[in-house]
């Protein structure tokens, strides 16, 4: 049976992608962000505007190309996540 | 007969204070589950906050019916005014039904999106016929009420085993034997409402629902509160 990833879920996913992926300053490009979170051109775009948006990823342009990092707020979001989803899996359940 | 008269109200005090405890424990999980909610805007967290909403408005409604009688009970004791007491009586009835009908209305409510949480597809409704049966008397309400929050708390403990069974982690073993304790504690009240007073299985369903809350509050416990306060960050 497949298993289906929730918003909260694919977001924590393009989040750790990139703090696990960027390499010190120069960050991660979306190739590699789509590769990672394993999401279509589309979608992944859209969550990293979303993302850009809501401070939690910071765009840097490193040799004309897009690259993104993990802000603080990025960071401390993940952190809670993380948290959070042992709190729920100790119910039984997934955020 | 007055000693067992004094037994009774201990129990009912007895029950009211377990209750009571229960709702503390709810409170703490509604607490945890909002700041979830806040930093992560997980519907998830947002399903287990209404829902223990729900049950602390619940099981302090509970405690609060069970408690506040004794307190009346006692302080009319050596009261010589009977008449009072018993104009009252009618009242009294009437408002613990209906508390104990709105509390288990609530702990209802929180059992059931519980259970949805773990992914009930399907609400399949009781026909009109067999409602407007059930609701001819106050206690078939609470039975039928109590009876669908039982059904909800069983399926709710057996997905936590599941859950349990899968990931092998402890907290959820603490969470499965919680439900299942409470689960457990609740049979063995509606055995013991064939006996009257103090009957050795209403002391065991106490004990049985005690265990149960302290299973719940152990995972619980050890999850830090503050530590999602401090990162108040939301998407």
Known sequence: MSVYRSQVKIVADVLSSINDGGEGQ???????IIQKANLSYGRATKIVTRLVDSGLV????????????????????????????DFAESFGMKL | MLGSYFLFSEYKLIEGLLYLIGSFIGYRVMRISREG????RSPTLLRLTISFIALTIGFFLTAFTYIFPVFYELTFQSDLIFNFRLEFLGISIALTSLFFIIAASFELLGYFILALGHGIKSYQKASAASIAYGFLTTVSVLSILKSISFVFLLYGSFETLLSYLESKKRPILYMFLGFAALSAGEFIRWLALFYSGLSPLMISSIL???IGFVMLYTPVST??????EQSNVSI
């Open chain 1, 26 to 32: 120069t960050g991660l490009g979306i190739t590699r």
């Open chain 1, 58 to 85: 910071e765009q840097i342009t490193v040799d004309n190309n897009q690259r993104y990092i993990l802000s603080h707020k990025g960071i401390e979001y993940l952190r809670s996540h993380s948290d959070f989803a």
């Open chain 2, 37 to 40: 909610y806040r930093n992560t």
């Open chain 2, 208 to 210: 049985v629902k005690l």
């Open chain 2, 223 to 228: 999850f830090n509160t503050y530590k999602g």
